[in-house]
T-cell receptor, first 114, second 111 residues
Framework: DQQVKQNSPSLSVQEGRISILNCDYT??????FLWYKKYPAEGPTFLIS?????DKNEDGRFTVFLNKSAKHLSLHIVPSQPGDSAVYFC?????????????FGKGTLLTVNP | DTGVSQDPRHKITKRGQNVTFRCDPI?????LYWYRQTLGQGPEFLTY????????KSRLLSDRFSAERPKGSFSTLEIQRTEQGDSAMYLC?????????FGPGTRLLVL
């Protein structure tokens, strides 16, 4: 039972255009969401997060949108750069629980072409 | 560099051998997490510590796995009698304010 789903294994975009990565979740107890970027042979790097009390959070080129009723979130990267090419993981947690453990999706490989 | 370090970065071992990994979290973070990532999957929660107390273990953590965090500082994850299915990247994360910061991981290959 996969509680966090990233249905697109890969995405390819042109440099300068917008990249949109999607994530769906099924557990209504999740109330805090994070996006991580991962290069091969490295650990995940934290990018941006959003609490369920918000519907948007922006940090530079990265914006995360949350639609609670649809249990859907998305990460927008604009403009996309070749250095953004990596695997992006969506993660969710129940901050009202005591353990703050993260549940991850399977990731989306983003390729930004020059 | 997140400030979380892991050692070794790579480990190749033969089936049946024991291995131990170390994680040094960010010093002021009192929570430490271990995850395992296999090919094509996202990281999966294994266990976590608050200070020196191990508070939760996933069912993924069989009795061949043991983790410690003496004195609430660094942590070790030991796998006894390794199996080929243990081949994965083992990730450690340090937690503060609802965000986990990951180390570079230890990639284990069991032959």
């Amino acid at each position: 039972d996969q509680q966090v789903k990233q249905n697109s294994p890969s995405l390819s975009v042109q440099e300068g255009r917008i990249s949109i990565l999607n994530c769906d979740y099924t557990n209504s107890m999740f109330d805090y969401f994070l996006w991580y970027k991962k290069y091969p042979a490295e650990g995940p790097t934290f990018l941006i997060s959003i609490s369920s009390i918000k519907d948007k959070n922006e940090d530079g080129r990265f914006t995360v949108f949350l639609n609670k009723s649809a249990k859907h979130l998305s990460l927008h990267i604009v403009p996309s750069q070749p250095g953004d090419s990596a695997v992006y993981f969506c993660a969710a947690e129940n901050s009202g629980g005591s353990n703050y453990k993260l549940t991850f999706g399977k990731g989306t490989l983003l390729t930004v072409n020059p | 560099d997140t400030g979380v370090s892991q050692d070794p970065r790579h480990k190749i071992t033969k089936r049946g051998q024991n291995v131990t990994f170390r994680c040094d979290p960010i010093s002021e973070h009192n929570r430490l997490y271990w995850y395992r990532q296999t090919l094509g999957q996202g990281p999966e929660f294994l266990t976590y510590f608050q200070n020196e107390a191990q508070l939760e273990k996933s069912r993924l953590l069989s009795d061949r796995f043991s983790a410690e965090r003496p004195k609430g500082s660094f942590s070790t994850l030991e796998i006894q009698r390794t199996e080929q299915g243990d081949s994965a990247m083992y990730l450690c994360a340090s937690w503060i304010q609802e965000t986990q910061y990951f180390g570079p991981g230890t990639r284990l290959l069991v032959l």
